[in-house]
């Protein structure tokens, strides 16, 4: 095995080689350097490898012969491995990537190059508190060189403004040093474990310590790192984030055992606050680098807690911090190296990259993988912090974290869904030489084998995750193929899935039913989708994601699985919605509000397991008293997913601009995974009160409030998907309302109605697509008389309207009559009465909406429309026939579902004599009432046609109308603004309280974000002037504000 | 499944009387009405005279599959509302099919006919026929809400949500009627009763004069015929309901006439005196005294 010190040899035989060379021979020694960072990389590599199987023990390599504390020790163990591995690599990688630069760029620049990675690897491996002072000095002015090789007046600034920040530094850690040194006589890390036990040696470990932190960029003494970031080339920028901060972050890891175990948690709080803090202000940030330059600082901050509290985090340290780490240097390194390859800031010019598929993909992979969802590292890292947090009490601790998050989620996607709506005709297409390529591939692909060794390691389910996502990979890889193919290979897909899984779920009701849901649902949704041409490139692997996410939400062997799930199908779905042609803000509305619901849930999650320890949280029992901040969480995170009001606003944009024919899959399918998570908590954890009232109660009211306020807004849409939008809110107000009533009968409608509202909304919106397909406009005021060119389409809303409307005798029916019994013993007579009269409103926009479109007068330009297309037919009459089926059959479905409700849920069960059910209230016999219900129609009828048998049919305009025969369809077809009546009297009820609400959080926050970036004034002077505040305040709030 | 045929017929017989009923019931009260206006006004078997014309009439047409089935659906809903209900206490016979269902079936039955008729004259195209039937449905949405509390509030009280039961926990004198027992709940269940029958100050459904007649502008000849069937066949049932909920129910034919009609005479009363509201007037209308009444009565249980 090669000593560590040839690292730093080769570097420096290089860097004389290098001086050497001529300026004709510049190729040559490009190659020289290529060479050289190679053989670094092969050393480091070769040491990390042979570690990692054992075949090496780490080692010291002592210098000028002496053991250490009489001389510098370089040591090299598996963390050493990995960082220098880590540096050098990159260092490679960044010469292929800068070929054409350092080709044209003179020697010196090659130089500094080499001393800026020897730097970091001696910072690394050195043991030696002086050594390292010297090498951290050599990489800030290599750093300072890397900065000006764009000499514009940015960057120049901005390396200056580097140098006084980094002399500022080094001479508190200098002082710290001579501080150290005479208090312990050496330098050596490794023998100054007693040095804060020496009066006066605590002085010493806090100069030399938050000289370091300062270096590693904490917020907000940050400004020069700022400056740096957006005006540095993007792969020197990159340099910074992905290899830099590590570095010094892993000197703050060396330092830690001779910093006083009193310290560790407060510098993990400032650490916490980088976080935090730098995502905030980063949301208002509109310039690529500079963007970068704040989530790379954030990311650093996130960093600093966990190496700061590596003692708390125990065993799990590595797990975390790999996590964090491997993200974001492959991430982070990525994304600038993709910006240098846009060459712009402006988030528009970067919808160059959907040219180019590949690079395309890449960049939604780094920009979902910083944000932490799965199935990437930070993800499982951000799971186990909290997990960790949570069991140590640290709530404000997570609290911080989660509010984090929620931003970087905000900025991140916000640049992912501008860059996939950029206009193209603004975009100037871009070179992408294969030395620019190869470095952003490697990395991508560095970081999806991380991910799978993360997931790998954490030995999940294999049917009910591994499949799952070896599916979803496939279809990443098959994008190529044309879409109809997909289409088919994914309902294949899940068809045999379902088979495979069948045997597994056969027996457990619960599960059978909302797999049911989820898969039928997803192969019905999909069948539309043959009339797509092309290769439909980005659909299918999404599709696939959200469906095979939601089936992993039904069996999941625990907390974390069903969480994963949880947000695979909330990160497939908000690509699906993203597709849609105006969908640039709706999605982002969903992935806020997405994220928000999530990081509720984790916290949730956190909670759950302080409280009750490592449970499946469906597996409960009833057993969690005290648990209401924990309900409370988790229901807020469901009602989320369930567009509770209040918490509704991304509702109606998400469904009505998703692509039409996605839409029923994001909406009539996927509303019911808040539907599974409300249904679980509500059956799993017991009754609950919070600050002594009872959760349920308030749900109630919460759900009565959602129901009216969903339907009331329904009323008034005239653009056809928004109405069935809204008209989902209220369905799940009713079903919200259901399940707090916390009674057998109450969850039996709420599973009842959550398999009905699936069947009868999707059928709505796949017809609504149908007739959209063919009319080509969403407002329904421009259709009217499609009756005569789409039957089918009309009979499907029929049917789905009297299901929705609960008339008698279909099945929706059984929806109202259960309910009422429920309310009646439940006793919640004024709720109960609210969700019935938004049952009534809802015949309004029911009414609007099929009267509408498909009655009334025909439009002129629609005389010659076709039926919606028979693959969008198909799946419609499938659930017309299940709804026919249940209404004549309802016990074919209630008795089941009746199973899944535990024993010890309170009330009344539903009885059953025969076709009767039964409550001690009431009875209802729906066989009967159908027959009776056929038999007289067809008599009526049959009168009817005997009596009119010559009747004629007329022509459009032929009607009774004041001695004038209209012509024109525009002004007789009464529907736009139909029910002004209505509004005029109770309009008021709509005041649109829940986005006033929202858009002022949203304004505020970004106000406030902008007020504090101007904190960051440009100003060196000012910078240096941030970083002793920094340092003195963390000496006030470490001493308490005494002398150390 | 064997069927009752004894039974059937019994029921046939009942909507049969029923149909005369409401009927003559109709011409009685336009006579009444027209006196009161100091006119002689039409004859009380007028209705049948134009029902008779009506089936006869030879020429007809049609807008439409939908437009053909709308009469079909109002008159089923009404006969619907008639089927389901019990008629006499304590006689299998005439119980008619109230065995399929309790009161939330007939009050969900109210809508089959009304959405199938709004969509039948929907396909009519005519202009009246839409604002008429948003209006109707508009003002129907408010209504509910007290007539609804007022229901649980007697569901709640006897424990039932069965009709016969609710008609048996009344019987003994008419201090057990329900009206006497939760008058909150009866006078709630009776204002909304107003805004059922659509009487004025509650008529801007077909609103005379204004969109005439409304959801049946283009309904003639048989159409029409199934709609007047149903008018007189859908008021009485209505009345039987309200009879059955508040006014201790029937035990025999007479008792039944004489209360329904009492019950049916109220709307008309109130609309004889009341000129029409606007549909702005009469959809908060009901939310005001009618549901504090309604929330009363609730609570008085």
Known sequence: MVSPVHIVSIGLITAFLLGLGKKSQQSILVLVLLIATAAMTMISGSWLIGIMTGSVQPTDVFTAGFKPPFAINLRMTMDEAVLTT????????TVIYLFDVLKNAGKHLLSIIVVFLIGLNVIVMTRDLFNLFVFLEITSIATAGLMIMIQDSKSISAGFKFLIASSVISGILLIGIIFAYSYIGNLNIDFMSNLSLIKGGSVAVFLVLSAIILESKQFPANGWALDMYESAHPAIGSALSAVSAPAVLFVIYKLMPIVPESWHSLIGLFGLITFTFSNFLATRQGNIRRMLGYSSIAQGGLMLTVVSMSTFFGNSFWFIILGFLLTNFFAKAGLFWLNGMVNSDDQNKWGVLRKRPVLFFLFGAFVVAIAGLPPFPTFFAKWEMIMQLANGNGWGWIVLILLGSIFEISFLFKWFGRVFHAEEEKI?????????????????AALLATSYYFVEYLNFDVLFVMLPLLIVTVFFAIDFLPAFVKNLLLIASLTIY????????????MQLVFMGVFLVGGILTLIPGFTQKGTRAGFYPFAAMTIFGLIMLVNPADNLTFFMGWEQMALGSYILILRGKKAERPAQQYMLFSAGGAYLMLAAFGLLLHFAGDTFFGHLNGMLPGGGVVFVLFALAFMLKAAAIGLHIWLPGAYSEAEDDATPLVSGVLINSGVLGLFWIATAFGPQQLFGYDIYQIMGWVGAITAIGGNMLAIYEEDMKRLIAYSSVGAMGY??????????????????YMVLHFIYKTMLFMSAAGVIYRTKTRNMYEMGGLIKSMPWSFIVVLIGIITLAGMPPLAGFAGKWMFYNAVVMKGWYLQGTMVFFSGIVAFLYLYKLIASVFLGQLKDNHRK?????????????????????????????????????PDRIPGEALHWDGKLAMTSFGYWNAFSVMSVVIVMFAVIFGWLVYHSRKAQKVKQFNIVFAAERPFRPETTHVSYNMFAGYKKALGWLMTPLATRFWTGVSDWSMAIADKMRSWYTGNGQTYAMHLLLYAFVLYLLISGGKIL | MSIDWIKLLFTLLGLFIVLNYGLLQYGMIRRITARIGKRIGMPVYQPYIDLIKNYSMRSQITHGVMFYLGPVFRLAGGVGIFMFMPLIYGSYYWSNYSFSGDVILIMYFMFFGMLGMALGASEGGHPYSFIGISRGLSQFTTVEVPFTLA?????????????????????????????????FAGIAAMLAFLGMMMASPFNVVQAPQEIPIGPPTE???????????????????????????????????????????????????????????????????????????????IFMV
């Open chain 1, 86 to 93: 880590m540096v050098n690599l990159f260092g490679f990688l």
């Open chain 1, 428 to 444: 100037n297409d871009i070179r992408t030489p294969w030395f620019k390529q190869v470095p952003v591939l490697l990395f991508g």
């Open chain 1, 498 to 509: 379902g088979y495979l899984i069948y045997p597994e779920i056969d027996g457990n009701v």
């Open chain 1, 735 to 752: 079903i919200i309302f259901a399940l707090s009533m916390n009674s057998k009968l109450g969850l039996l409608i709420a599973l009842y």
């Open chain 1, 865 to 901: 429309l076709k039926e919606a297309p028979f693959v969008y037919l198909l799946p419609q009459f499938i659930f017309v026939i299940a709804i026919m089926v249940l209404s004549v059959f309802p016990q074919v479905l209630l008795e089941p579902l009746a199973t899944i409700i």
């Open chain 2, 151 to 183: 229901v649980i509030a007697v569901a709640v009280q006897h424990h039932s949500f069965s009709l016969t039961e609710i008609v048996a926990g009344q019987q003994g004198g008419i201090m057990h009627w329900n009206i006497m027992t939760n008058p």
């Open chain 2, 219 to 297: 309904y003639h000849g048989t159409y029409l015929g199934l709609l007047q069937t149903n008018r007189a066949i859908l008021y009485v049932s209505e009345s039987i309901l309200m009879v059955n909920l508040f006014f201790g129910g029937a035990t025999n034919w007479i008792e039944l006439i004489v209360k329904s009609f009492l019950v049916f005479f109220w709307p008309v009363f109130v609309g004889l005196v009341f000129p029409r509201f606007r549909i702005d007037q009469s959809i908060p209308w009901f939310l005001k005294l009618p549901l504090i009444l309604g929330i009363i009565g």
